[in-house]
């Protein structure tokens, strides 16, 4: 039987050492700090997680080394998306095979496809899996947005039971909500409590990758304490952490807070850059301002 997802899942960076090669100690080590911290999931590889510029073999590394740190402790989700219908059933397949509880599927972003065309993608995925699946929903990478009644569709698909809503429309969770019922959970993406006010089920959070307690606690003071003033105001506590992780530099800003906490996770990789000095510094002194910090074992 699969697992009920619900609460903050991190979508995780994937660490690399100072050279740029793959550092699997390091992801270990991150998956045991964000399962002790109290996240509620886990999703590599996925946009944060730098997925098209990791090779096949990377992939596969990346994805055991999750499953078997996380050990069954929490749920793991794997990034599976691709621009070839056919890739995305391999890599879903694959995950499956590797021992993931669900995927991620971000739509074809190139090609950008008609509602009836994806809505074929993702049957073709769901018709080759026994696995939950996620679908994501991201405009501004995907260049197609999933709009209420595209997600309706969607819903009627077996294995489409999860989406990742990454729009500044908060009302898209109530109107997918009110379409969809109980077919589809919703996880925001860009707006965490925003998302929860509206009925979100979960939230996909870049921001959690460097405060996973916090985080996850933002999400159950709204979805299962009712506390919502306490909750807006621990979410006014960690917006600046969410601002400075929502932008276009995103992985460079979240590795360079992981490194100033103590979790040296190297550079991205090209052809995104490390942060400008500047920006690098306004990152040490927001670590140094929160007194966040990364304790290992």
């Known amino acids: ?49 730098e997925f098209l510029s990791l090779s096949e073999d990377e992939r596969v590394a990346v994805t055991e080394t999750v499953i078997r740190t996380a050990a069954g402790r929490v749920p793991v989700l794997i990034g599976t998306g691709a621009e070839d219908t056919r890739e995305a059933v391999r890599l879903s397949r694959q995950a499956e095979r590797l021992g993931a509880d669900g995927v991620m599927v971000i739509p074809p972003f190139y090609s950008t496809p008609t509602d009836d065309e994806l809505v074929h993608h993702y049957d073709a995925i769901a018709r080759a899996i026994g696995l939950p699946i996620m679908v994501y929903n991201n405009p501004a990478t995907a260049n197609v947005d999933l709009r209420p009644a595209l997600v309706a569709r969607l819903a009627a ?6 989406i990742k809503e990454s729009t500044l429309e908060v009302t898209r969770v109530r109107d997918i909500l009110r379409l969809c019922g109980d077919r589809m959970t919703v996880f925001g993406g860009i707006l965490g409590f925003e998302s929860f006010v509206e009925g979100a089920e979960g939230w996909v959070a870049v921001a959690s990758n460097v405060a996973p307690g916090p985080l996850s606690r933002l999400f159950t003071l709204v979805a299962d304490a009712d506390e919502v003033r306490e909750a807006h105001a ?64």
């Open 1 to 49: 039987m699969s697992k009920t997802f619900r609460g903050t899942y991190t979508v995780m960076i994937t660490p690399n050492d100072a050279e740029g090669r793959l550092d699997l100690k390091a992801l270990a080590a991150f998956v045991d700090w964000q399962i002790r911290e109290g996240i509620h999931g886990l999703i590599p590889l996925g946009s944060t997680g």
């Open 157 to 162: 698909i077996d294995n489409c039971r999860y």
């Open 234 to 297: 621990l979410y006014l506590e960690w917006l600046p952490v969410i601002e400075a992780v929502g932008g276009h530099r995103y992985v460079a800003a979240t590795k360079a807070l992981l490194t100033h906490m103590g979790l040296p996770v190297g550079p991205p990789r090209p052809p995104r850059l490390p942060l400008p000095a500047d920006e690098d510094a306004a990152m040490a002194a927001l670590v140094e301002r929160l007194r966040l910090a990364f304790h290992a074992g």
